[in-house]
Antibody
Framework: EVQLVESGGGLVQPGGSLRLSCAASGFTFTSYAMNWVRQAPGKGLKWVSS????????YYADSVKGRFTISRDNSKNTLYLQMSSLRGDDTAVYFC?????????WGQGTMVTVSS | DIVMTQSPDSLAVSLGERATINCKSSQNVLSRSNNKNFLAWYQQKPRQPPKLLIYWASTRESGVPDRFSGSGSGTDFTLTISSLQAEDVAIYYCQQYYGIPYTFGQGTKLEIK
């Protein structure tokens, strides 16, 4: 069974940093691109970032480019999102999602709140 | 960026009746290389992650009831629930995965009339 479990969310002050993790199991991790998608409270889904299976290429939404870094440790089957210079509009639930003809598996999400 | 626009924003349908949600992309999402539309539909219930229902615009994900169907090509797409069940109350999103940035529609909230 495919499982994706996010962790690392919490309350952080504006300008601060946070690292999210997504532990994957139940599939061959290196065979899939992985994504981060966020959802602000009461709002819709917004794609944040993507990384290919090897980790050799990554992509970002303009709103996070230069502030967020996606990475993966294929030896640990874990996806990361390093977030810095956080702003209030980064407040959201962050989901990791496996990419396969759409996003076919999602974690439960981890909440990030940026507030002083 | 490809903008995805759904209509309506909300919809109330009686149990057993048909529900139809539309999605329009600002650019063509049909690939000439494989003749497939890079369009997916998701269902999200409160306090749950999204669930993939349909990919390639019309292919039902494994385990999804056959009352859910997707249609359309190019820039205009439709999600149809043929006979609404109580458990179908949710927000539905379309998404294009033709190009980065991947983009979602704003969502359509489906309720029981």
């Amino acid at each position: 069974e495919v499982q994706l479990v996010e962790s690392g969310g919490g309350l952080v002050q504006p300008g601060g940093s946070l690292r999210l993790s997504c532990a994957a199991s139940g599939f061959t991790f290196t065979s899939y691109a992985m994504n981060w998608v966020r959802q602000a409270p009461g709002k819709g889904l917004k794609w944040v970032s993507s990384i290919i299976g090897s980790g050799g290429s990554s992509y970002y939404a303009d709103s996070v480019k230069g502030r967020f870094t996606i990475s993966r440790d294929n030896s640990k089957n874990t996806l990361y999102l390093q977030m810095s210079s956080l702003r209030g509009d980064d407040t959201a639930v962050y989901f990791c999602a496996r990419e396969a003809d759409g996003f076919d598996s999602w974690g439960q999400g981890t909440m990030v709140t940026v507030s002083s | 960026d490809i903008v995805m626009t759904q209509s309506p924003d909300s919809l109330a349908v009686s149990l057993g009746e048909r529900a139809t949600i539309n999605c329009k992309s600002s650019q063509n999402v049909l690939s000439r290389s494989n003749n497939k539309n890079f369009l997916a539909w998701y269902q999200q219930k409160p306090r749950q992650p999204p669930k993939l229902l349909i990919y390639w615009a019309s292919t039902r994900e494994s385990g999804v009831p056959d009352r859910f169907s997707g249609s359309g090509s190019g820039t205009d797409f439709t999600l149809t629930i043929s006979s609404l069940q109580a458990e179908d109350v949710a927000i539905y999103y379309c998404q294009q995965y033709y190009g980065i940035p991947y983009t979602f529609g704003q969502g359509t909230k489906l309720e029981i009339k």
